[in-house]
Structure formats: C-alpha cells, structure tokens
C-alpha cells in the first residue's frame, strides 16, 4: 500500500516533467505548490516562465491526473461488478456503458456540424446513461436482478450498439474517422482541470460508498443466499452498486473515452496480490489503477513522441503481459484462477 | 429462543411445495425434518430463515414475526448452513468462517480480536483448527461441511437451521457434528436423511412428504416401519439395539405396492391443486 502510493506520487511528478518544453522536477514541483497555496515567492520572481507554467498546469497536470482518476474509478467499478454479478469476467463495459457511449459519440459527429470534445463528451454521458438503464431493465424481473441474466443482456445490448457504431463509422466522411477510432480507444489528451470534476465526484462518492460497505461486498462474493442470511440485503445492495458503477463508468467514459482492460484486470491482479477481502483489495485497485493508467498515458504521449497511441492500445500493450505474468505464478492459484 | 411455524405455506417456482406445517421448537431443543427428496424440506428451512417469504402463514422468534425484523437483526438470531454456496472468489478458511461475525460487525472496521478468536473456536469445535490457513476450494467435501457448519456456530445465533449438514461427511464426522448440535443449548431445525442418526440425535423429529407434515413427536413414537414404507416406499425392520434397546431400522427393499416410490402422487397433488386454486 505504501508502495502504491510512493509509485503514483512519483508518475504523478515524472508525467508533469517530460515534454517538449523542459521543466526540472523540482520545478514543476514550484509550479504544483505555488498553484495550491497562494503567495508563494517564485511565482512572481521570474524564475519560471510562463510556458513552463502553462506546460505543467494547463496540460501535463490535468492530463497525468485525469488518467490517475480514471484508472482508479474503473479498477473500482470493475471490483464491484465482479463482486455483485459473482462472475470474475465483468467489467465496468458489461452494463453496455462504452458501447452506449460510442453510439452518444458517433452519432454526434456524423449528425452534427463537427467534432467538438464537450459536445461529444456529453452525448457519450446521454449515450452511456441510456444503455445501463435499458440493460438494467431488462435485467429486472420480479423485483430482483438476476447476475446471470444482467451479463447477457449486457452482452446482448452491447453487440447491438457497437454495430450501429461501425456502421455509423464505416458510413460517415473518411474525415471523421480518424476522431471516433481515438474517441473509442479512449485519450485523456484534452484534460483541463474542469474535465477532472465530474470523475473526481463519482470517485470519491463511490469510493466512500464501497469502503463503508466492504464487509458486505465480501459476504456477497459467496453467494446471494449465504450474503442474505448474514444480514444483507441483496437486492437493495445490487442495484445500488450496479447504480454507482454505471455513474463511475458514465462520467469515466463521457470525459476519456472508452479505456479497456483497466476494469477488468486491476480488481484481479488486486485479488492476487492481497486475496479477495474488499477490506484490503479495494484500496489496493483503486491506488493501483490510478497508477497504472497514469504511467501507460505518460507512456502513451512519449513513446511515438511527437504524436500519442491512443491509451485503450497501451493498456492492453503494457496490461496484458504483465497480467499473463502475474496469472503464471503460483500464487494466483490461491484465488482460483486455476479452476 | 423459540421458533413457531404457523400454518405455512409457501411456493417455489410458482408451485405449491410446502403446505399447512405447524410446528413448535421450544428453546434449546433439536427438530430433524425427514422426508423424500423434493418433500418440501429445503424450502421450509428458507422461509424458516428468512431467504423465502411464504405465501401464508408465518414464522415467529420468541414470540416477533421474522417479518418484522432487519435483515442484520434476524441474521443476528438464525444462522443457516445451506446444500449451495459459490465459489467464484476464492477464500482461505478462516476469512469464511469470518464471514459469520458480519452481522455483529458495522462497516469497513478490521475483524476485531474477539471476532478472530470466536472464528478459531469455531473451527476448533468442529475438529477444522488445522485447516486455517487453508484455501476453501482446496478443501473435500466434508472438509467443507465442517467449515460452513463452523461459519455458523461463529454466527452465534440463538437458532441455527441446518439443511442436511452431514452430507459428505464419514460417519465420524456425521456422529460428531450430532453431537456438537445436541451439546449447544441453541434451538435447531435441521434437515436430516438418515433416519437411525435423526433418532439418535434430535428431540423431535417431523416428516414432511409432499409438502405436509405427516407426523411430529419425539423419534420413537413417531418413526415406525408404516411410515417409512408409505413415505420413502422402502420395507424395513425394526431392531432394537443389543446394548441401548433404542429402536432402529434396517432397510430390506423398495416396498413392491408403490414401485416408484409415491404412492400417493396423484391423489396428493389433486387436493392440493384443489387446494390452491381460488
């Protein structure tokens, strides 16, 4: 844990020193401190200049920790979907939020005047918002939600909307092609500090919301009757998770795009690392999936330095191996993978 | 604490399976519920603990409607060892068996040293201490058994229901586990197969067939070689034993007058369908 959060602070700062423009890091260190606590004296000595100023407060700080707080928002979504669906292949995506949200897109740029990042960020939010609710439906029957039906009809929904969305694309100008394929792969490119609040709110009302119930959360990983007779109420605790992973994902996606692999992979590689208690596990996803995803967005911007890989393509690139790695040990077998 | 069923009935996808059952367990004794497979008993022991609502009648604790109380309140009273549980995340052992202290507890707080102290007792009680730090999944099946009966005595619940605990156990265990359920002063409902154990060990035994209780008394007034062959459709002996005189029953073979085992099939779900329609 400490650890965690020695390796985040540090991407942090490292994400807000490399660029073009050149800033040392105890100088960008300055330009953090001196936005934070007014008054302090090389903010107006003329030690630093503007560009460096604009450099790290304008772009790389906004941008290293939107990715931060994207990456913890859908390792933690991606927890408690797993936990309330009992079924260790669910991602924040299962309630058909991206695909929702690529349709919101889309369709805003082909039947729109052009591609604007706050016109398309809020029809991806309508778009997400409309696709849980039409999964969540159609998973309600007689006042319960049932996991299994929840997955396929998530499935389901999702196919239908990714389909529209490449007939969408495939049918719109060559032009636009280029924003929706980046749109879908996800980018915290145009991060300003405003794109942080709505992530950051959901972020630490569900993190609040699922700390204080993880004593819970862990009696429903066996089952929903063993859960009930321990005095959960099951019904109620599942709605109001899957409620609070659609906002969590919705406002992830309306600002960052569809991000892959964070959600399924963080809570599992969590899992390995400090067992399947929420108590220890969840904090444990959050600090790394807000570390993980700063470092592949620092890594995304330097890489193919002067342009960017889209994030969804380096979270698989740098995930996926380090994840088959971890799922080789034994270890891994002591939460199940092996069965 | 005593538990009272009342005239309940209760449906499971949407067919009658348990009808018109009173029964009364005074505080601190054993009821064995005995039956067939699908006579009614796993359903009676959910609505018993609350997992299912009966469609009429009802269950009270001392006297409260199990309606009437929270979630966290009712699971304070009634702890259920159930046939399923999921396996989807795995668990080590202790961290299961503390799972039965959640009721007790409130929010994110770490296991309290009582909790872990009560959890290892637990384990201790159903001969398990050794498998602590084992995975759960890694265990046999009895091995589970004993766990999952450990979670709930770690529940430390007034009312325990119990549906068929022995199952997978060797017959050590199945006698030990018995015996543990006689020795607490807990009230207990349990589901049981064997009809020689149930005797043995329960103060009052119940036999439900096609969703109706048949006959409650104490074991030996109420197993009798009639009743087994009209219930279960097997002949048997009757045998008291050399040393304690208790009655026992050696089964001889399917009783031939009702090859398939219900006798009384269609004539039962006749009057219930009777029964139930408005």
Redesign the interface.
């Given at each position: 844990m400490p650890t965690l959060v020695l390796v985040l602070v540090a991407v942090l700062l490292l994400s807000t020193t490399v660029g073009t423009i050149a800033v040392s890091p105890t100088d960008a260190l300055r330009i953090v401190i001196g936005h934070l606590v007014p008054g302090m004296p090389w903010m107006s000595d003329g030690s630093l200049s503007t560009l460096q100023d604009n450099a790290i407060w304008q772009f790389r700080l906004p941008r290293a920790l939107l990715a931060a707080t994207a990456g913890a928002a859908l390792a933690l979504a991606g927890a408690l979907m797993?936990?309330v669906v009992?079924?260790?292949l669910a991602e924040p995506y299962i309630l058909g939020v991206s695909a929702g949200a690529g349709v919101g897109a889309v369709s805003f740029i082909v039947l729109g005047v052009g591609v604007s990042s706050l016109g398309m960020g809020t029809a991806a939010f309508v778009g997400a918002l409309m696709a849980t609710a039409a999964v969540y439906l159609l998973a309600h029957k007689n006042g319960r939600i049932a996991p299994q039906r929840l997955i396929l009809a998530g499935v389901a929904l999702g196919s239908l909307f990714s389909a529209v969305t490449s007939y969408l694309t495939i049918a719109t100008d060559a032009q636009n092609v280029f924003s929706i394929m980046f749109f879908l792969l996800g980018s915290v490119s145009a991060a300003t500090m405003g794109h942080l609040a709505l992530p950051v709110a959901a972020l630490i009302a569900v993190g609040l919301y699922a700390?204080?119930?993880?004593?819970?959360l862990?009696?429903l990983?066996?089952?929903?009757?063993?859960a009930?007779?321990?005095?959960?109420?099951v019904n109620r605790m599942r709605s109001g998770v899957l409620v609070a992973a659609a906002l969590l994902t919705g406002s992830v996606v309306a600002v960052c795009g569809g991000i892959g692999f964070v959600g399924l992979v963080i809570p599992h590689i969590s899992?390995i690392l400090v067992?399947?208690?929420h108590?220890k596990m969840l904090p444990v996803a959050l600090l790394g999936g807000a570390a993980f995803l700063a470092t592949c967005d620092l890594l995304a911007r330097t890489l193919a330095a002067p342009s960017e890989i889209p994030l969804g393509v380096l979270t698989a690139l740098v995930g996926a191996p380090f994840f088959l790695w971890l799922l080789r040990r034994d270890r891994a077998g002591?939460?199940?993978v092996d069965? | 604490m005593r538990v009272d069923i009342e005239n309940l009935a209760a449906h499971r996808g949407g067919r009658p399976v348990v009808s018109d059952v009173s029964i009364q367990v005074p505080s601190g004794s054993v009821l064995g519920l005995l039956g067939p497979n699908g006579s009614g008993k796993s359903t009676l022991l959910?609505v018993v603990?609350?997992?299912a609502a009966p469609s009429s009648g009802r269950v009270s604790l001392d006297g409260t409607d199990i309606t009437a109380l929270k979630?966290?309140?009712?699971?304070?009273r009634?702890?259920?060892m159930?046939q399923?549980?999921?396996?989807?995340?795995?668990?080590?052992v202790l961290?299961?068996v503390l799972?039965?202290r959640?009721?007790h507890?409130r929010?994110?707080?770490?296991d309290s040293d009582q909790d872990i102290a009560t959890a290892q007792q637990a384990l201790e009680r159903v001969g398990a201490a050794h498998l602590a730090d084992r995975?759960f999944?890694a265990l046999s099946g009895g091995e589970r058994q004993r766990v999952l009966f450990a979670r709930a005595l770690a529940?430390d619940t007034p009312v325990l229901v119990l549906d068929e605990p022995t199952n997978h156990l060797d017959i050590a265990h199945q006698i030990e586990l018995l015996d543990l359920i006689r020795s607490t002063d807990r009230t207990v409902l349990v589901a049981l197969h064997d009809l020689n154990l149930a005797a043995r060990s329960c103060d009052t035994v119940g036999v439900l067939h096609q969703g109706r209780l048949l006959s409650l008394g104490a074991p030996e007034e109420v197993l009798h070689t009639d009743l087994i062959r009209s219930v279960f459709g097997v002949d048997s002996t009757s045998v008291a034993h050399p040393l304690s005189g208790r009655r026992h029953f050696l089964f001889d073979s399917r009783s031939p007058e009702s090859p398939d085992g219900r006798p009384t099939t269609h004539q039962f779900s006749r009057t219930q369908e009777e029964t139930e329609a408005p």
């Open positions: 797993q936990a009992h079924n260790s700390v204080f119930r993880a004593r819970a862990n009696a990983l066996i089952g929903d009757d063993a009930a007779s321990l005095g959960v109420n899992r067992g399947a208690d108590r002591s939460v199940g069965r | 959910r603990s609350g997992l979630r966290t309140d009712l699971a304070r009634v702890a259920v159930a399923e549980h999921s396996e989807e995340f795995e668990m080590p961290d299961m799972l039965g959640i009721p507890g929010g994110y707080g770490r995975s999944s529940q």
